[in-house]
């Protein structure tokens, strides 16, 4: 069964994604765009898709949606080379054609009408966080404040945001340039000194946010979290001391990604005691505090 925290996975197709381009960023990360207009239809924040890199690969790689345009059919991923799968897949050219399938998963829940989403999302784990913000940003009552960390150079070009976030250390300034064009305050952290990024950890900037708002202000306040599991760990721990709710999309090793292997199962806390959940299929997004 589901976790009953998130929002049910919409029809997985089998389809083939046309490269329209896979641009390189420094740190061994590319933003790849497919032509993939069923999935584009479907997807949710949360989702991901099943990637076949090269032909000579029979293993797909799992790889989250970061933005999509429904109407133009593309979809946006972010992915760092750290392996055979994701170096064969920095080689596909434009016009190549890749065998996919998705999207897979079950999304992030929408948090309550009046409440204050708080987006955390560490390295390749800010592709759904920024899904996520683009669907957000279509209802104005929810305000969304995002909090992205890299210890490799952004996949974009950081620049000082338009919006004041209180309770932050001077010159915290920069911020994604997507996000100011779509009015989200955020703001970028990391321990390799790039310029107006929070110097430390991305759970410490939201931490030092978090904690200046009052009572009321925090109460409202619903966590979303992507990133190494270190890092989803520190936000179900802030999540705890702060007492908020918090969804958080987590990442296995995954052979099928359909839900038949149980390759890809983790120990998951439910109302009757510990149970055995997929990944694939049952999450991505789980309740942090039932995982962690
Ligand atoms: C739901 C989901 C969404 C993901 N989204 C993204 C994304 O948006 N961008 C991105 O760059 N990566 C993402 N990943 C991780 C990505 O799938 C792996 O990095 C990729 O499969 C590695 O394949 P490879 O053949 O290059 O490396 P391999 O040779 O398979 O592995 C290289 C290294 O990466 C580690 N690794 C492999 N698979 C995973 C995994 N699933 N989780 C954590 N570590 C792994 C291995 O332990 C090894 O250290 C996601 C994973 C999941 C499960
Ligand atoms: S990867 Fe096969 S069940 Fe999840």
């Not at 990637?51 to 029979?58: G, W, Y």
């Not at 990391?190 to 202000?217: I, N, Y």
């Amino acid at each position: 069964m589901s976790d009953p925290a998130t929002v049910a996975p919409p029809k997985i197709v089998e389809s083939v994604g046309v490269v329209l381009a896979n641009d390189a960023y420094a740190g061994g990360q590319y933003i790849l765009r497919l032509q993939a207009p069923e999935i584009a239809a479907r997807a949710v924040p949360g989702s991901f898709v099943h990637l076949r890199c090269a032909p000579e690969l029979p293993l797909r790689r799992p790889l989250s949606i970061m933005l999509r345009d429904q109407t133009k059919g593309w979809i946006d991923i972010l992915y760092k080379v750290v392996g055979r799968g994701t170096a064969a897949l920095a080689e596909r050219q434009v016009g190549q054609q890749l065998p996919l399938l998705g999207p897979i998963g079950n999304g992030f829940s929408p948090a309550p009408r009046g409440s204050r989403p708080v987006l955390i999302g560490g390295g390749v784990g800010m592709p759904p966080m920024l899904l996520l913000a683009s669907e957000l940003r279509r209802e104005p009552h929810f305000r969304p404040v995002l909090f992205l960390g890299s210890e490799v150079p952004f996949p974009f070009a950081p620049k000082p945001s338009e919006f004041m976030l209180d309770g932050l250390p001077p010159g915290v300034l920069a911020t994604m340039p997507l996000l100011d064009d779509w009015g989200i305050p955020a703001r970028l952290a990391s321990g390799q000194g790039f310029a107006g990024c929070f110097d430390g950890l991305v759970t410490d900037l939201a931490r030092a946010w978090l904690a200046q708002l009052d009572e009321t202000a925090r109460q409202s306040v619903h966590l979303y979290a992507c990133g190494p599991t270190p890092m989803l760990r520190a936000v179900a721990e802030l999540a705890r001391g702060f007492d908020l709710p918090c969804q958080v999309s987590l990442e296995e090793h995954m052979a099928c990604a359909i839900g038949g292997c149980a390759g890809c199962v983790v120990q998951v806390a439910t109302p009757t005691g510990p149970a055995m959940k997929r990944v694939c299929v049952d999450g991505p997004v789980f309740d942090a505090s039932t995982v962690f």
